[in-house]
């Protein structure tokens, strides 16, 4: 089936510090969508993607579809102590007969010092 | 907008009991999903709805689940009987088309 590799799986970075996390996958996908989940909470979407290429921005957070449509990336610039969380990429195959399932990483865990 | 309503949020049971997690999806939204969260193996799709017919259940474990979802507002996912592997936390989910979903705060279920 379909996998989404998502990295790095944690990190832990000082306030004000630029992060970025990516995801590749074994298929083409025509959706990327990147979701935080804060503790006790469901998975919150941040930022979604449709067009392999397209740049989107949401205040301090970027996040690309890349060109081969098999990855996307998310930027946080000048991270804050709120930023703390689980991202989650997720994916939507042109492949296979369910078209509204949604593929997701396992997550990267941001900390963040203050 | 309440948002995606999942009850109750947290369920302690015994090996065994038959549990019972609620959901209600937003109002308009023809899509209702539910998910499983572990650490070992991330966030699960188990089955979906589509205008409250199921679409695709391939996920679900086990012939133990079972969803059913009677209207536009309601959906259950039922376990009978639990075994301690089945401890989670299980999330539904809504969208009205092929964007993004939106989660609920999620069920946390403890089977001991």
């Known amino acids: 089936g379909q996998q989404l590799n998502q990295s790095p799986q944690s990190m832990f970075i000082q306030e004000g510090e630029d992060v970025s996390m990516n995801c590749t996958s074994s298929s083409i996908f025509n959706t990327w969508l990147w979701y935080k989940q804060e503790p006790g909470e469901g998975p919150v979407l941040l930022i979604a993607?449709?067009?392999?290429?397209e740049l989107t921005s949401n205040g301090r957070l970027t996040a690309q579809f890349g060109i081969t449509r098999k990855d996307s990336f998310l930027n946080i610039s000048a991270s804050i102590p709120s930023d703390v969380g689980i991202y989650f990429c997720?994916?939507?195959?042109?492949?296979?007969?369910?078209?509204?399932?949604?593929?997701f990483g396992k997550g990267t865990l941001l900390t963040v010092n203050p | 907008d309440a948002g995606v309503i999942q009850s109750p949020r947290h369920e302690v049971t015994e090996m065994g009991q038959e549990v019972t997690l609620r959901c209600k999806p937003i109002s308009g939204h023809d899509y209702l999903f539910w998910y499983r969260q572990t650490m070992m193996r991330g966030l699960e799709l188990l089955i979906y709805?589509?205008?409250?017919?199921?679409?695709?259940d391939s996920g679900m474990p086990e012939d133990r689940f079972s969803a059913k979802m009677p209207n536009a507002s309601f959906s259950t996912l039922k376990i009978q009987p639990s075994e301690p592997r089945d401890s989670a936390v299980y999330f539904c989910a809504s969208s009205p088309d092929v964007g993004g979903y939106t989660f609920g705060s999620g069920t946390r279920l403890t089977v001991v």
């Open positions: 709805f589509n205008n409250n017919v199921p679409i695709d």
């Open positions: 997720a994916g939507r195959s042109i492949s296979g007969g369910s078209n509204y399932k949604l593929t």
């Open positions: 993607l449709y067009k392999a290429g």
